[in-house]
């Protein structure tokens, strides 16, 4: 008897896993560390953090 198994690489089942708020909080924790080493500073960072925030909760409250 022959089973059909897929295989899942683990980063996209941790993902599948996370709330979508979840999902972009991991996206600019991993986008913070990612930019550490460039010559951005870490308010210039935060800044696009929260305007990105801001846009997706703008987008959420509209489509209510």
């Known amino acids: 008897m022959q089973t059909n198994i897929k295989t899942i690489p683990p980063d996209e089942f941790v993902l599948s896993v996370l709330s979508p708020e979840q999902r972009l ?17 870490f308010a210039d960072i935060q ?3 929260k305007k990105l925030r801001k846009r997706n909760y703008v987008q959420k409250q509209g489509s209510r």
Do not use: C, R, W
């Open 25 to 41: 909080s991991a996206a600019f924790k991993l986008a913070e560390i990612a930019f550490s080493k460039t010559p951005l500073t």
């Open 47 to 49: 800044s696009a953090v």
